[in-house]
């Protein structure tokens, strides 16, 4: 069709226009800060509301760093800069140059009062701060059943430890009913005996945060049995749950990471712990071992079997030299019994009687030495070599004499 222009041509034209227009160049807003972010890269990103109307903003870097506050929802601010229109996106927005405070929002100092009187009833208190278990089994997580932040937590707590049980309570987390609907699930999963609980959604203005900034979301924190980790919006985002939760976490990604513990860091540890165990073990083996190799070296010394077997063998050694004591002995008192022998067979009545000598005795077996040893009519025992005969006296015959 002619005469039709492309979409990048009216952008321009726009941009055109926006650049002519000596108000918008040079501007001055009144108005509340809602979905405040620092970029990682320095920019400030950022909405300006009033009751009827928002207006989105930026801020580079190269300003943000002249800033003397940190900026964050509700605060009532005056934006000096620029509106101009992001040609790609076809969007117009305030490019601010400087920002300065113009008072507090309505539910930024409806924060700050129940900071602070939350503070004052002692639900802040560091004594109450209950410790969140190193190694959860079982994570209770009240959160909107979709978006990121569910996301996240799954997907970080799989990562981290594949074995831990995550149960979830999909809770409204913005809007009408929402606090309510955060407290049911902080207290049905309250009673069933897990190890932490995990309350949270990503992030948005201080309208959208305002459930967990409601008493009856605070007085369920407090009076959980379960420890409680806070993980509300971004990482520049508080809310009175952040506070009176066991722990706060950045995001919901952080809170994954605080409540579920890494599986490969704990079977690192257990590996350590192990291989300790084995350096200790073996080191006590070896000791041993060698104390076993002593003694047994010093038990086969004062082995009672070894001192028999020696005493044994000197035994052994005494038996032979008394054997051959005994047979020198014997040998020696053979040789003089035989020469004993000898020397009374030169004597020995029975050699004598073999030579025709004899022996006599009286009857009553006295020994006839003499003549005076008998007389006539006496019976008398003769022996001779090879028997005994008796006899009678007729006739005695002394040496040198006539007998009667």
């Not at 006590?284 to 082995?303: F, G, M």
Request: charged share 20%; aromatic share 10%.
């Amino acid at each position: 069709m002619a005469g039709s222009f492309t979409v990048s041509q009216i952008n321009r034209y726009i941009k055109n226009m926006f650049l002519q227009d000596f108000i918008l160049n040079k501007v001055s807003i009144t108005g509340e800060l809602s979905n405040c972010k620092y970029h990682p890269s320095g920019h400030l990103f950022f909405t300006l509301k009033d009751a009827n109307g928002t207006l989105p903003a930026i801020m580079y870097a190269s300003q943000v760093k002249n800033l003397k506050v940190r900026l964050t929802d509700g605060m009532k601010v005056i934006v000096h800069g620029r509106i101009d229109i992001f040609e790609r996106d076809g969007k117009y927005q305030l490019y601010a140059s400087h920002i300065e405070l113009n008072g507090i929002g309505e539910l930024y100092k409806q924060f700050e009062a129940l900071k602070i009187q939350f503070e004052q009833m002692g639900y802040f208190s560091p004594q109450y701060k209950r410790p969140i278990p190193k190694y959860a089994r079982k994570v209770g997580i009240v959160t909107a059943s979709s978006g990121a932040a569910i996301q996240d937590i799954i997907n970080i707590s799989h990562r981290r430890n594949p074995y831990v049980s995550l149960i979830l309570y999909p809770a409204l987390v913005q809007g009408s009913g929402a606090s309510k609907s955060i407290v049911k699930g902080i207290q049905t999963l309250d009673l069933m005996e897990l190890d932490v609980i995990i309350i949270g959604r990503g992030g948005g203005s201080i309208e959208d945060l305002w459930a967990f900034n409601e008493e009856i979301v605070a007085e369920a924190i407090f009076n959980s049995n379960t420890p409680i980790i806070s993980a509300v919006g971004h990482e520049t985002d508080f809310t009175i749950a952040d506070f009176v939760a066991d722990l706060r976490a950045p995001t919901p990604s952080a809170a994954a990471e605080l409540a579920v513990s890494d599986i490969r860091v704990i079977e690192g540890v257990l590996q350590g712990y192990l291989s300790a165990l084995k350096n200790v073990m073996y080191q006590r083996i070896e000791k041993y071992y060698t104390y076993l190799e002593a003694v047994s070296t010093k038990l086969k010394y004062l082995n009672p079997q070894a001192m028999v077997d020696e005493k044994r063998h000197y035994l052994c050694q005494i038996r032979d030299k008394l054997d051959i004591l005994i047979a020198s002995c014997l040998s020696k008192k053979r040789h003089e019994l035989e020469l004993y022998a000898s020397r009374l067979q030169g004597v020995s009545p029975l050699e004598k009687l073999g030579q025709g000598y004899s022996y006599t005795e009286t009857i009553e077996g006295n020994m006839v030495k003499s003549v005076k040893d008998i007389k006539v009519s006496d019976n008398v025992n003769i022996y001779v070599k090879d028997g005994c005969f008796t006899a009678t006296i007729y006739k005695i015959t002394e040496n040198g004499g006539n007998g009667g």
